[in-house]
């Protein structure tokens, strides 16, 4: 059950968790091939903790925080994501999770092209309903883009975009982070500094982070590291 | 293999695209070859038939009002080098067939060697009844079309009187022109009775033998005849009607050209939006090595396919629709040039090839951009997503520079005077119009993105302010649905501007003008359309029943002035000084009418002034059969009725020259005493029998005056709805496409918590943002342009000033039902957007 105030949910303990992965599989059908993206997935991520998803390109990585993300539902198993059951969840329920609980930071940044940097970061405050241009604009000097706040996407170099993702991905308060791999297209300082300003506001927030990473460095920083290969986990 | 990648298989894959712009181009060309179509048919008989019905004559004799057939006496000297044919000829109402036929006397002893369908087999075989009796040739199509065959007597209608002939053999018209299948061929004697003619032909046709020069014929011809009559070659009666019809046909077919503008834009769309969708094929196949030459030729078959596929449905298509639309343009035709009948739609492979050749002409000039587009697109490493496309400053200050110029054109355009009589710099000054809409679309969506951003933005939800936001970005393809559905919606409004004008100024003229209690008038055919004159044994009946001064008969012939074909016509001035009729403005009606009895002046309307430069207090002389008419102008008055100059005197000046003349129509103007009602039984009793006639009170003729005029208005109305459904496709296939360019960014909203209700009303709002904008344009452009329609092109086209009405509530309803279309039209895509997938996008997407 969603708070309308977007409170956290026993907000006072630690050892909540908000993420539970039992048995989660997901296949896809293309054409007459069917391709087992995750096969059985178990995780659990408790309240402000980081945890690392490991592995090979393919081995269900992005399959498996989409699940975490409420973007996309398990076809065997369960994923609950804030108390909620995402296979069985209705669209609304889904969607009110997505707005108001999860923030999500892709590889591809994925900002909308036609919204300034100030835009992009409100769109998930726009999207529920709600203004608070006070916030918007401490995140904005907090990711250090209040000179680029007028400043469109294409305008921006990958780290001040990254940055513009990390700040949208948080602006909503949310309870869980979920990164797909946010280094991936950034030169190693850059995503290091990236990592560090992600890992850093999380925490000031109070979020738990899932992220997918190739770097060593980043994984062996998370509280838990869950290693996949070919949709399993592996020891 | 770059045409099966780049074309064919998305085309098998997606045809829907294709179709729909193939219909829009049908579309626009199906409006061109059916107005074209309908308004040949409907003019057949001079346009087109005049040569072929002459057959071989090379040069005429004619006179205006017919030229006594002593005439040929006069010419005798000439049979060593020439046939003299003796012609009469006139239009009148063929009972069985309910419409007009064109009667034809010739010598047809002469005759087989002049005219083809004369010179068959056999004929004549029944010789006594075709030169004796009243026994006449009709076309095998119109027999079977009326089910008659030899030996069957049909009715005709003539000045009103019923008359029976016989049908003595039918002739073949195939391979002859359309035309034919609407002549009745009689020989000369029995024709000049049936027609009222004895001792008058229409035209002598002089066919030169063996050897003999033509110029030389017609001198040696002219140094023989009175000053009065003329010898030309037979395309001059052509000309004659050529130039009567000539303004309206142009407007026609101008109107309906617009329809394929907003057809182009559609093209334009369409093959911007393949460009845009195949992108990365294209970027990859450079990559590999592919040419821009060959990437391009691509979209140039596509343009292709488009305009020859779309010109074939759209040629069919508008035969079929010229069907539909030759009532309504014969309609209009009569009004200016009476007693032609038209002939059937007939398929023309001239004007087949010459919509087919619009069609690719259209698609081809409309690739001109996304061929750009397409060529710019670099290899695979060079790609990359389309940034946001805003207007730069200097785009946004060069974009308001050329609506300038171009405004500035369009007034100047609009005060030139016309050429030859057309109207061209008026309606290219409203194509130009038009044209700013497609520059300025962009701009407005610009304007209006930045405008609204503000207020958008300050709204609970976001859909409003990622709509304006969306529409802002892709400005460029969606400018071009913008701009298509502002052109049909300032077509609209232009239309309605000037039918509103129109309808406001004939009904103010009915009520000042129109105060006989009773009119009578020849027989109208099945259409509506008259048929011949009154016989003026009917004026006689009358005056008789209700006394001369109450019968005001109208009396016409076409003549020359200053080279341009008038009507000179005469009426009972002695009748109508004392009740009025026509409107001066200004002045009283009657006074004027009174002035020019006393004095033997005469009156003129509206396009006769305006044509000629006349005012009042001018003297005009006219050249008429026997003599001159000098006569001074005392009254300029408005006439809605013909758009050709009219000169009026009273009637016995006119009968002097044409005595043996019937009245186009006649008007009774009864005693308070007498009931119209009772006066017009009174009337048929006196008639009947004898006379086939209608008799229509006031209110009637008011009403016939009005529904004539929105008849003339039908076909210009179904322009604008054909526009309108172009236009919205056009949205459709844009905001498809917007769609489809945006589906990463459509997926992100989702995943960060958009609904699919969000995504929906953004799409919808787009597409609202995107009618309101368009109406708005739209809207003041078509205001424009329909002031330009009112006061320019119908004043130099027809001569006729209108008092402009602006029709507010009608002009609030299409704006208000253009955003409407255009949000059902946003619908579909928005529908997709709804449904994608946030996972599967960004997997995709990466």
């Known amino acids: 059950m969603m708070e309308d105030s977007g409170a956290a949910v026993g907000s006072g303990s630690v050892m909540e968790t908000v993420v539970e992965i039992v048995g989660a599989g997901r296949d896809f059908h293309r054409g007459q091939e069917v391709v087992r993206a995750l096969v059985e997935l178990s995780l659990t991520l408790d309240a402000g903790e980081l945890a690392a998803l490991i592995g090979p390109s393919g081995c269900g990585k992005s399959t498996a925080l989409n699940l975490v993300a409420a973007v996309d539902r398990p076809d065997r198993g369960s994923v609950r994501v804030c108390g909620i059951d995402i296979a069985t969840a209705t669209e609304d329920e889904l969607v009110t999770l997505r707005r108001r609980r999860i923030g999500m930071v892709f590889q591809a940044f994925h900002l909308v092209p036609h919204l300034t940097v100030e835009e992009n970061i409100a769109l998930p405050l726009a999207l529920d309903g709600r203004r608070d241009s006070e916030r918007v604009r401490a995140l904005i000097d907090r990711v250090g883009l209040a000179h680029r706040a007028g400043h469109y996407p294409s305008e921006l170099s990958g780290g001040e975009q990254q940055r513009t993702a990390v700040a949208r991905a948080l602006v909503h308060q949310p309870r869980v982070v ?58 | 293999m770059i045409l099966r990648a780049l074309l064919l298989r998305p085309l098998l894959r997606r045809p829907w695209r294709f179709l729909i712009t193939v219909i829009g181009v049908a579309t626009g060309v199906a409006a061109v070859v059916s107005t074209i179509a309908a308004s040949r048919a409907a003019v057949a008989s001079f346009a087109e038939g005049v040569d072929e019905v002459a057959g071989v004559a090379r040069l005429e004799i004619t006179r205006s009002g017919g030229l006594p057939d002593a005439t040929l006496a006069t010419l005798r000297s000439l049979t060593s080098e020439a046939l003299l044919i003796p012609v009469v000829e006139d239009t009148v109402l063929l009972m069985e067939l309910g419409d007009g036929v064109r ?22 075989p029944d010789l006594d009844a075709t030169l004796l009796g009243f026994g006449a040739l009709i076309s095998r199509p119109l027999a079977t079309e009326i089910g008659v065959e030899p030996g069957d007597e049909l009715t005709v209608s003539v000045g009103g009187r019923p008359r029976t002939i016989e049908v003595a053999a039918l002739f073949e018209a195939d391979g002859l022109s359309a035309v034919w299948e609407r002549v009745v061929v009689m020989d000369v004697a029995p024709a000049q009775e049936l027609l009222g003619k004895v001792g008058r032909l229409d035209r002598i046709e002089l066919v030169p033998r063996d050897g003999v020069d033509v110029e030389d014929l017609q001198t040696r011809a002219t140094e023989l005849l009175t000053s009065d009559l003329t010898i030309a070659a037979p395309g001059e009666r052509r000309r004659f009607a050529e130039q009567m019809l000539a303004s309206l046909r142009f407007n026609l077919v101008a109107l309906s050209a617009i329809s394929l503008l907003v057809a182009g834009v559609l093209i334009a769309t369409t093959l911007a939006t393949s460009v845009v969708q195949r992108r990365f094929v294209v970027s990859l196949l450079r990559s590999m090595g592919a040419s821009r030459r060959k990437i391009a030729a691509v979209v140039l078959v596509e343009a292709l396919g488009i305009g020859v596929v779309g010109g074939v449905i759209g040629v069919a298509a508008g035969f079929l629709g010229a069907r ?68 730069a400053r200097g785009s946004r200050l060069m974009a308001l520079a050329a609506l300038l110029i171009m405004a500035v054109v369009v007034v100047i355009l609009a005060r ?134 109450t019968v005001d008969p109208f009396y016409s012939q076409t003549i020359d002035y200053r080279g341009r074909p008038v009507s000179f016509a005469g009426a009972a001035f002695d009748v109508v000084r004392f009740h009025g009729s026509v409107p001066f403005p200004g002045r009283d009606s009657a006074e004027v009418f009174d002035l020019a009895w006393r004095e033997r002046a005469a009156v003129v309307n509206e396009p006769f002034a305006t044509r000629f430069d006349v005012v009042e207090g001018d003297t005009i002389r006219l050249d008429l059969p026997g003599g001159v008419l000098e006569r001074e102008v005392v009254g300029v008055f408005r006439d809605y009725s013909r758009s050709h100059g009219l000169v009026v005197v009273d009637r016995s000046d006119f009968l002097g020259f044409f005595p043996d003349a019937g009245p186009d129509d006649m008007a009774l103007f009864l005693p308070p005493e007498i009931d119209p009602d ?84 953004m799409v919808v709002a787009e597409a609202g943002l995107l ?76």
């Not at chain 1, 791999?181 to 560090?196: F, H, K, Q, Y």
């Not at chain 1, 000031?204 to 290693?227: C, F, M, N, P, W």
């Not at chain 2, 034809?104 to 056999?122: C, E, I």
């Not at chain 2, 035709?333 to 059937?344: D, H, L």
């Open chain 2, 324 to 391: 539909l639309a030759l009532a309504s343009v014969r309609f209009t035709v009569a009004s200016v040039v009476r007693g032609i009948p038209a002939s059937e739609i007939r398929f023309d492979p001239q004007l087949a090839a010459l919509g087919l050749a619009i069609a690719i002409a259209t698609a081809l000039a409309a690739s001109i951009l996304p061929l750009k587009e397409i060529m710019a697109v670099p290899p695979l490493q060079g790609l990359r997503t389309t940034p946001p496309q805003r207007m």
């Open chain 1, 178 to 235: 979920v990164a797909d791999e946010p280094t991936g297209n950034l030169d190693s300082r850059t995503g290091a500094a990236v990592i560090e300003l992600l890992d850093e506001l999380r925490r000031s927030e109070g979020a738990a982070l899932l992220l997918a990473t190739h770097d060593a460095k980043v994984a062996a920083a998370a509280d838990r590291i869950y290693a996949l290969a070919d949709g399993r986990l592996v020891d």
């Open chain 2, 771 to 846: 009618g309101i904008a368009a109406a708005s344009a739209g809207t003041l452009v078509g205001i424009a342009v329909g002031i330009i329609l009112v006061k320019v092109v119908n004043l130099q086209s027809f001569g006729w000033s209108l008092e402009l009405v602006l029709p507010w509530s009608s002009m609030a309803g299409m704006a208000a039902w253009v955003v409407v279309t255009c949000m059902i039209a946003g619908l579909p895509p928005a529908l997709v957007a709804a449904r994608l997938q946030p996972a599967t996008v960004l997997r995709e997407e990466g």
């Open chain 2, 678 to 761: 009772v006066a017009r039984e009174r009337f048929f009793d006196a008639v009947r029998g004898r006379f086939l006639v209608e008799a229509l009170d006031n209110r009637e003729l008011r009403a016939a005056v009005l529904s004539a005029f929105e008849r003339t208005f039908a076909i210009t109305t179904a322009m604008y709805l054909v526009t309108a459904v172009v236009a919205v496709v056009a949205v459709l296939t844009v905001l498809l496409t917007l769609v489809g360019e945006r589906r990463r960014e459509l997926a992100t909203v989702r995943a960060i918590g958009g609904s699919r209700r969000q995504l929906l009303a």
């Open chain 2, 416 to 549: 030139m005077p016309a050429i030859r009589d057309l109207p061209i710099p008026a309606l290219t000054s409203a194509l130009v119009a038009m044209a700013g809409l497609l520059v300025g679309s962009g701009l407005l969506l610009d304007s209006l993105a930045r405008i609204g951003h503000v207020p958008f933005a300050r709204m609970r939800g976001a859909a409003l302010q990622l709509a304006a936001a969306a529409l802002s970005a892709g400005r460029q393809r969606a400018a071009w649905a913008a701009g298509s559905v502002a052109v049909a919606i300032a077509l609209a409004v232009a239309i309605a501007t000037m039918v509103s004008s129109f309808r406001a100024t004939v009904e103010s003229w009915t009520d000042s003008g129109m105060r006989a209690d009773l009119w009578v008038r020849p027989l109208a055919a099945d259409t509506g359309v008259w048929v011949g004159r009154l016989d003026p044994e009917i004026v006689g009946i009358a005056e008789d029943l209700f006394g001369a001064e």
């Open chain 2, 103 to 124: 009667l034809l006397g010739v010598d047809l002893l002469l005759d087989a060697q002049v005219r083809p369908v004369l010179s068959g087999d056999d004929p004549l």
